[in-house]
């Protein structure tokens, strides 16, 4: 029979205690409730494991009494803290024990206690350190929040744009920083996506008020690319591109001193501050890159506001004028602007510097008889030789044509039209100014309540990709602006880059007239089918047949 043998024995490494105390939780969490490493526990939920001593209180006071002290002492703490570091924040030396009573964790209690002292002495003293950190939130307030403009140093912001909508904010920024003390260098490139970039556009963006680029502290450096939308880049190893015209126009208002009104942030208040933050959002995805409809909502929105003040934001001008200025200026809105908008935008092209002037006494012709033959030969022209409705219809009376004509209120959409062109007879066109992937242009007029989709219309042509045109290339092509543009217009395309996309219902014979805009929104002219076709022919342009529902 076999017997168990012992191998050997192990030392004890670690002695077991005798009684062995067992949690009463899973696990321990660290305080919430502690400020500058002192536990407010007490403050908010009355006696704790660690505030049982203070709760308490003295022999003969009430357990209530001492707790409400408890909290008293860690809101008149915090409070004194919160001091601390707002003068912290200004670099400012904390005079506290001058201009305060001592506030010590447990001392505080003899002096603001509701026991030992009346109750307008202890809210007197509450009120007093409420008042401090109110002039130390109002100081806060006009603290200039990015990086100050370094004299000595080039401070220099790389903006890439589209030369299709240029960023004429840029242009104002750089007259009012000059104002304050910030002359700014700009330069501009071209960048190989983009196949030309005329010439008086580089002159508006370039500026060396200093000479020198060395000699500024500031520089804006433009490149013009195809981009979606503008971009800032400051320093591309510790930042990503800040996009978009508005916040561009935000980091550049940080730029101006702290006592300009541009530096929105430094100066406004809360209210102000999410009011203009509003706006430049609503002006840029509204505006900017809104449809027509959405346009003359913004338009009108602006108008309301300038019939109450002379800007956007009251007496002054402000950086929302710089951006709504901007917003107009690209899409070209300020054609058939309402009054008060109108007005506006001059003034702030005056400050910007943009204006056109005024031809001085020794150009004007003085001798009648030039003086009636420049008048002739300009006649039914724009300023910059676009044939406007005049000349369109002294065209169409040269050509032999008879047409129909109503003069009516400016009108920015179909509806509205409808409603001015009622005794109209024949069917009426609503046009659209496109362009694809590739930059090709197109003019499509289709019938007031066709069903357009733009993806339905590129699988027809064979394109993709097609979307709004820029109304600028639109103006320089064929000399209408937004809300104008109408199939008459073709007749200033002179090299031919507009393809023309009609609805094949605009030939039918049955119409007696199809009616588009006479180069102005504030009129309506109908020709014949035939005579469409005739007057294309004359223009040097076949039209591309399409279908609608």
């Keep these: 029979m076999a017997t168990s043998v012992k191998m050997y024995r192990l030392p004890k490494l670690a002695s077991t205690p005798t009684v062995v105390d067992l949690p009463t939780c899973m696990y321990k969490m660290s305080p919430i409730n502690k400020f500058a490493s002192t536990d407010l526990a007490s403050s908010y939920y009355g006696s704790t494991t660690c505030a049982t001593n203070y709760v308490s209180g003295p022999p003969g006071k009430i357990g209530g009494l001492a707790e409400l002290e408890m909290r008293q002492e860690a809101v008149l703490h915090r409070l004194q803290c919160l001091k601390q570091q707002l003068d912290k924040l200004q670099n400012n030396k904390c005079l506290t024990d001058q201009s305060m009573p001592s506030m010590s964790v447990v001392g505080a209690a003899a002096q603001s206690s509701p026991v030992k002292q009346p109750a307008g002495v202890k809210q007197a003293v509450v009120e007093h350190i409420l008042m401090a950190i109110k002039d130390h939130l109002d100081d806060i307030s006009s603290l200039h929040f990015s990086s100050q403009i370094q004299i000595g140093t080039v401070h220099d912001l790389v903006i890439a744009a589209n030369p299709d909508r240029p960023p004429y904010s840029l242009v104002l920024l750089r007259k009012l920083l000059k104002n304050v003390g910030f002359p700014v260098y700009c330069a501009n490139h071209v960048h190989s996506s983009v196949k030309k970039v005329s010439e008086s556009l580089q002159k508006t963006f370039t500026e060396s008020p200093e000479g020198d680029r060395s000699k500024h502290s500031l520089a804006f450096t433009l490149h013009w690319k195809d981009v979606s939308s503008p971009s800032l880049m400051v320093n591309p190893l510790h930042q990503t591109p800040i996009s978009g015209e508005a916040n561009i126009i935000r980091y550049v208002s940080r730029l101006f001193p702290l006592s300009s009104p541009y530096n929105y942030e430094a100066t406004g208040t809360f209210t102000s501050i999410t009011e203009t933050d509003n706006l430049l959002d609503q002006l840029t995805n509204q505006m900017i890159c809104g449809n027509n409809k959405e346009r003359q909502a913004v338009l009108r929105l602006l108008?309301?506001?300038?019939?109450?003040?002379?800007?956007?934001?009251?007496?002054?001008?402000?950086?929302?004028?710089?951006?709504?200025?901007?917003?107009?200026?690209?899409?070209?809105?300020?054609?058939?602007?309402?009054?008060?908008?109108?007005?506006?935008?001059?003034?702030?092209?005056?400050?910007?510097?943009?204006?056109?002037?005024?031809?001085?006494?020794?150009?004007?012709?003085?001798?009648?008889?030039?003086?009636?033959?420049?008048?002739?030969?300009?006649?039914?022209?724009?300023?910059?030789?676009?044939?406007?409705?005049?000349?369109?219809?002294?065209?169409?009376k040269k050509l032999n044509m008879k047409?129909?004509?109503?003069?009516?209120?400016?009108?920015?959409?179909?509806?509205?039209?409808?409603?001015?062109?009622?005794?109209?007879?024949?069917?009426?066109?609503?046009?659209?100014?496109?362009?694809?992937?590739?930059?090709?242009?197109?003019?499509?007029s289709a019938r007031h309540n066709a069903e357009v989709k733009l993806n339905e219309v590129g699988?027809?042509?064979?394109?993709?990709?097609?979307?709004?045109?820029?109304?600028?290339?639109?103006?320089?092509?064929?000399?209408?602006?937004?809300?104008?543009?109408?199939?008459?217009?073709?007749?200033?395309?002179?090299?031919?880059?507009?393809?023309?996309?009609l609805d094949s219902e605009a030939l039918d014979e049955r119409h007696e007239y199809i009616n588009f805009h006479p180069m102005s929104n504030a009129a309506t002219l109908g020709i014949s089918p035939a005579n469409l076709k005739t007057f294309l022919s004359h223009t040097g342009h076949e039209p591309t047949l399409l279908t609608f529902k």
């Design 403 to 444: 047409f129909q004509v109503q003069d009516h209120e400016e009108v920015f959409t179909v509806e509205a039209l409808m409603k001015n062109v009622s005794p109209m007879s024949g069917l009426h066109m609503k046009n659209l100014f496109l362009k694809d992937k590739k930059k090709n242009l197109y003019l499509l």
């Design 303 to 396: 108008n309301g506001r300038l019939g109450r003040a002379s800007w956007l934001m009251g007496d002054k001008c402000s950086i929302v004028d710089v951006m709504a200025w901007s917003a107009v200026r690209q899409t070209g809105s300020e054609a058939g602007a309402p009054a008060n908008v109108s007005k506006w935008y001059r003034a702030v092209s005056n400050l910007a510097g943009l204006e056109s002037s005024l031809p001085q006494e020794n150009n004007i012709v003085s001798s009648k008889n030039e003086k009636n033959q420049t008048i002739s030969k300009n006649a039914g022209k724009t300023s910059n030789g676009h044939m406007d409705r005049k000349g369109l219809e002294q065209l169409l």
């Design 459 to 501: 699988k027809q042509i064979g394109v993709k990709e097609l979307r709004f045109g820029d109304e600028s290339v639109m103006f320089d092509v064929l000399g209408v602006k937004q809300g104008c543009v109408t199939a008459y217009a073709l007749i200033n395309d002179k090299n031919h880059q507009v393809k023309f996309l």
